[in-house]
């Protein structure tokens, strides 16, 4: 079982920066892919970023250039730095571990989620 917390949301003005912090615990952290979801009130859970197991990245067109994943394989964690922060990018940040990495936009093909983390940007 892989227990997933995610960690550092909080409110910024638009423009602003945060970082998301998600450490896993309880798997070979390296060999799972490795996914930030959002969910606005309303809205359906959306892809964001993921890092896969042999280290390609993806991103959903509407935060690339602004929003970066990457991980740290010795400390069994990834992040999302998010820059330019916008108010529509305010949501629940979730974070999200899978095994496998051919399609990494389906939330429902991640085994394993975090409880997720509020970004609030205002306008």
């Known amino acids: 079982q892989v227990h997933v917390v995610e960690s550092g949301g909080g409110l910024v003005q638009a423009g602003g920066s945060l970082r998301l912090s998600c450490a896993a615990s309880?798997?070979?952290?390296?060999?799972?892919?490795m996914g930030w979801f959002r969910q606005a009130p309303g809205k359906e859970r959306e892809f964001v970023a993921a890092?896969?197991?042999?280290?390609?990245?993806s991103y959903v067109d509407s935060v690339k250039g602004r929003f970066t994943i990457s991980r740290d394989n010795a400390k069994d964690t990834v992040y999302l730095q998010m820059n330019s922060l916008k108010p529509e990018d305010t949501a629940v940040y979730y974070c999200?571990?899978?095994?496998?990495?051919?399609?990494?936009?389906?939330?429902?093909?991640?085994?394993?989620w975090g409880q997720g983390t509020q970004v609030t940007v205002s306008s």
């Open positions: 999200a571990a899978r095994i496998g990495s051919a399609v990494v936009e389906l939330p429902n093909l991640y085994n394993y």
């Open positions: 309880g798997g070979t952290f390296s060999s799972y892919t």
């Open positions: 890092s896969r197991s042999g280290g390609s990245l």
